[in-house]
């Protein structure tokens, strides 16, 4: 049993090669189960446990020994009610008939491709505003050379340069150490002659590539985006079964995947297991003019054409 379990297994993972089974992830659980966007686990400890969780110690450096007291009972508070949360929610699960869609979110995460990040894909993670071909050539190359660095390192992808960062050195596009520090988003940490070195690297590989040999959003392959009215209609058709289901509403489906949907893509998780049955057939329905939406006091609801 584990409270928000991606991070924690991720380390289980790329440290030790194995993924716990069976698993439990009781973030996942309360979602379907009706407690709201990415619960927190004091939440449910105190509205389920009835109990309080000190979170003080937190953000305290955990690395240093001995313990304090106070992290000792930190570190077991976070996992002494984790039982009786995953019994209330494990038989909530039950009685509503909804075990096999958090054993649809489970499979997801006991699947070791969703840590593996490999440096010529880090790229397509990063969200961008320009879809110009050699401005997405440099964001790959400086996202290959972070991903490589951070993982020859075995640190955090952010402490080599945050995205922010990334997105203005894609822009600036410094060619120099010199105009490399004039960068304001680039932390002291990634000024170093390694790090420095990789980035002008990587800039210096993303304008030197051919035309041909540009990447291309992703986007561009798709449907241009459909009416906006659409995307509305489905963000109202979302929370109307969403709040019908007692289920969160970005566990469904995300803002991009209602995006999406309006553009004609239907490649997407909202449409399939679970998903489809509780909001993609409405949705669907939707997109083709089979169903309409109409308000009555202050619900919503689905009307046949």
């Known amino acids: 049993m584990l409270h928000a379990a991606r991070q924690d297994i991720e380390i289980f993972y790329t440290e030790g090669g194995v993924i716990p089974r069976p698993m439990f992830d009781t973030q996942v659980a309360a979602m379907v189960c009706g407690f709201g966007e990415q619960v927190g686990y004091e939440t449910l400890v105190k509205r389920i446990a009835k109990a309080g969780v000190d979170k003080t110690s937190r953000f305290t450096d955990w690395s240093r020994r001995p313990l304090t007291d106070a992290q000792k009972a930190y570190a077991l508070a976070d996992v002494t009610h984790l039982r009786k949360v995953y019994e209330h929610l494990a038989a909530e699960l039950e009685r509503t008939g909804r075990t096999p869609w958090v054993e649809e979110e489970l499979a997801v995460l006991a699947d070791p491709e969703t840590y593996v990040t490999r440096p010529d894909e880090a790229w397509t993670r990063i969200r961008t505003r320009s879809s110009s071909p050699r401005f997405l050539a440099v964001v790959r190359e400086l996202a290959r050379f972070r991903e490589a660095h951070a993982q020859a390192k075995n640190i955090p992808r952010s402490r080599v340069f945050k995205d922010d960062a ?19 988003l680039l932390l002291r940490e990634a000024r170093r002659s390694d790090i420095a070195e990789g980035i002008l690297q990587a800039v210096k590989t993303a304008l030197e590539l051919p ?4 990447p291309r959003a992703e986007d561009d392959d798709r449907p241009q985006q459909g009416n906006p ?13 969403s709040d019908a289901e007692g289920v969160a509403s970005k566990l469904i489906a995300s803002a991009a995947d209602l995006d999406a949907l309006a553009a004609g893509e239907r490649d997407l998780p909202a449409l399939r297991g679970w998903r489809r049955e509780v909001f993609g057939d409405d949705a669907l329905k939707l997109c083709d003019g089979r169903i309409a939406l109409s308000a009555k006091g202050g619900a919503i609801r689905v009307v046949a054409l």
């Open 166 to 184: 990334l997105l203005e050195l894609a822009s600036t596009r410094p060619t120099t150490p010199e105009e490399l520090g004039r960068s304001r």
């Open 211 to 214: 035309n041909d040999a540009l």
């Open 229 to 241: 009215a659409l995307a509305d209609l489905l963000r109202v058709l979302l929370k109307a079964r």
